[in-house]
């Protein structure tokens, strides 16, 4: 199975910017979806951002021009770079990778951010 371990979530201030790194422990295909989500308590966990095969890209309304996903295969690490952030942005970040031959589905521990002031 595919292990993922998540860092970079922090406390920041409204209009700040962090960078969430997911690391995976074996290569990706570039055939499989690689994601992240969020969830606040409460409510169902929703997408943010995938990227799929040719860098090919997709976002939530809610935080398009301000979040960019992006890999680094060498390294086997998915990112999420959030610039002007809001505090409706605050939640738990969960790294996702789709198997999409198996239909599988892995996930990061969950890293917490706030944006505060």
């Known amino acids: 199975q595919v292990q993922l371990v998540e860092s970079g979530g922090g406390l920041v201030q409204p209009g700040g910017s962090l960078r969430l790194s997911c690391a995976a422990s074996r290569r990706i295909f570039s055939t499989n979806v690689m994601g992240w989500y969020r969830q606040v308590p409460g409510k169902q966990r929703e997408l943010v951002a995938r990227i799929a095969s040719y860098g090919s890209t997709n976002y939530a309304d809610s935080v398009k021009g301000r979040f960019t996903i992006s890999t680094d295969n060498a390294k086997n690490t998915v990112y999420l770079q959030m610039n002007s952030l809001k505090p409706e942005d605050t939640a738990v970040y969960y790294c996702?990778?789709?198997?999409?031959?198996?239909?599988?589905?892995?996930w990061g521990q969950g890293t917490q951010v706030t944006v505060s002031s």
């Open positions: 996702n990778v789709h198997l999409t031959i198996s239909s599988l589905d892995y």
